[in-house]
C-alpha cells in the first residue's frame, strides 16, 4: 500500500502505520541540554535536598511551572528562567541524577545514540567544580550505555554571553577531562544576538589544536541570521550546526552546507515555544530536504519544550507529509552526523533498515 491511499486495507491505516513506524525507528539525538531536561519535580526536590532557596518570583509548585514554560516570549526570556531553574544542582550525584533521567526518557522514545550538552560556566557561577559537573554526567552516560544500551557523547559548551576570555579560561580548566576523554566535543550556547560566534575563534582552536579529534559544533541561526551559521563555519571550522534554521535565508550558504555534508541539528518543538516560528509547518524540513542538507530532529530542553525526541519526530510528522523514503534520509543522516564509532554507525544503519523493511510492506 503506497502513502496516503488508506482505502483498500484492513487494519490500522496508514498514518497509523507512520506512527508506529516513526515510535520503533531508531533514533540519535544530537541537540539536548543536560539542564535542560530538568523536570520541576526533580528541580524542586534538589532545591528542598540542597536547602537552595528559589527566587520569589520563580513559580511555586509543579502546575506553576508548567503555566510559565507555556509563554516564552523568546530565547533571552526562556534562557533568564533556565538558569535560576539549574541552580538546585550542587553536587556530582545530582548531575549523575539528572542525566540517567534523561537518559530513562530517551531509552522510552527508542533512542539508541545520544550526545549531550552541559553549561560548566553556568555552575562554576555558584562555586560548583567543572570536575564535578563532568564527572557526574559522565556516570550517567555510563549508566546509560551499561543499562540502556544507548552510546553517548558529552559535549561541553561555552556561553557567549559571557566574556570570551572566561570561554578560554573554561576551556583551560577542561583540558585534563578531555585529556581522560570524558568530554568529546565543543559547543556554543547561550543568547545568539549579540555574540557573535568569531569571539569564541581562540576557544574553538585550543581545542582542535589539542585534540583534533573532538568534535565542533556552535549554536548558530536559531535568532541570529545565516551570518551567524556562515561565520561558526568559517571561523570556528564546526563541522555541524546547532539550530542552523536560519541557513535557509541564504540559497549559498543551503548549497555549501549540503555540499560539505554539514549536519544541522533541528529543535521543532523548541522553535514553536521560543517564538522562532509561530507554526512547525514553517521550518525548512522540504526545502532542506529537497536540497539535500542533512539534519537531525533533537529535544533541545525537552523539559521546558514540552517533549522529548519522539514528540518531537511526532510533531514533524503531523505538519509535513514525509514518506517512508524521506524519513529514512533524516534517520540515515542522523546516523552519518553522529559522533560515534563506524562500527556503531553500522548496528544504527542495520536497525533503521529493520524497522524500514518492516513497515515498507505496510505503507
Ligand atoms: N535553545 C537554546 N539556544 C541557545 N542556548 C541554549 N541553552 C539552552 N537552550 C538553548
Ligand atoms: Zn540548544
Not at 585534540?211 to 563541522?239: I, M, W
Not at 523548541?270 to 522562532?276: A, E, G, I, R, T
Request: aromatic residues 8%; negative net charge; glycine residues 6%.
Amino acid at each position: 500500500m503506497k502513502n496516503g491511499d488508506a482505502s483498500t486495507t484492513s487494519g490500522p491505516a496508514t498514518s497509523d502505520h507512520m506512527e508506529h513506524f516513526i515510535r520503533e525507528l531508531p533514533k540519535c539525538e544530537h541537540h539536548v541540554h543536560l539542564e535542560g531536561t530538568l523536570e520541576p519535580e526533580l528541580l524542586f526536590q534538589l532545591a528542598e535536598r540542597n536547602g537552595v532557596a528559589l527566587p520569589d518570583t520563580f513559580p511555586k509548585t509543579v502546575a506553576e511551572c508548567h503555566e510559565r514554560y507555556s509563554r516564552f516570549k523568546d530565547l533571552q526570556d526562556f534562557l533568564d528562567h533556565y538558569y535560576v531553574g539549574m541552580s538546585v544542582l550542587k553536587h556530582e550525584d545530582d548531575f549523575f541524577e539528572l542525566g540517567k533521567a534523561y537518559f530513562h526518557k530517551a531509552h522510552a522514545d527508542r533512542c539508541l545514540h545520544s550526545e549531550v550538552f552541559f553549561d560548566p560556566q553556568a555552575h562554576a557561577e555558584r562555586g560548583v567544580s567543572i570536575e564535578s559537573v563532568t564527572r557526574g554526567l559522565n556516570r550517567a552516560c555510563q549508566y546509560a550505555t551499561k543499562q540502556l544500551g544507548i552510546s553517548t557523547r558529552l559535549i561541553m559548551c561555552l556561553l557567549r554571553h559571557l566574556p570570551p576570555t572566561e570561554g578560554l579560561d573554561t576551556v583551560k580548566q577542561s583540558l585534563t577531562l578531555y585529556e581522560e576523554g570524558l568530554i568529546h566535543g565543543l559547543g556554543l550556547d547561550s543568547s545568539e544576538k549579540p555574540f557573535p560566534p568569531e569571539l569564541f575563534t581562540e576557544c574553538y582552536s585550543l581545542i582542535s589544536s589539542k585534540f583534533p579529534s573532538v568534535g565542533l559544533t556552535a549554536h548558530a541561526g536559531e535568532e541570529g541570521d545565516h551570518s551567524y551559521v556562515q561565520k561558526s563555519l568559517s571561523h570556528l571550522n564546526v563541522t555541524r550546526i546547532d539550530h542552523g534554521v536560519n541557513t535557509k535565508q541564504s540559497e549559498d550558504l543551503i548549497k555549501h552546507v549540503a555540499e560539505n555534508e554539514i549536519m544541522l541539528t533541528l529543535c521543532p518543538l523548541s522553535n514553536k515555544k521560543l517564538q522562532v516560528v509561530q507554526d512547525i509547518a514553517e521550518l525548512p524540513v522540504d526545502l532542506f530536504l529537497r536540497n539535500g542538507v542533512p539534519f537531525s530532529i533533537n529535544s533541545d530542553d525537552p523539559a521546558y519544550f514540552g517533549g522529548y525526541i519522539l514528540d518531537n519526530y511526532l510533531a514533524v510528522h503531523d505538519k509535513f507529509n514525509l514518506s517512508l523514503t524521506d524519513w529514512c534520509v533524516i534517520s540515515k543522516n542522523s546516523i552519518k552526523g553522529s559522533w560515534c564509532s563506524e562500527d556503531r554507525k553500522k548496528e544504527l544503519h542495520s536497525l533503521v533498515d529493520k524497522v524500514f523493511d518492516k513497515y515498507n510492506d505496510l505503507i
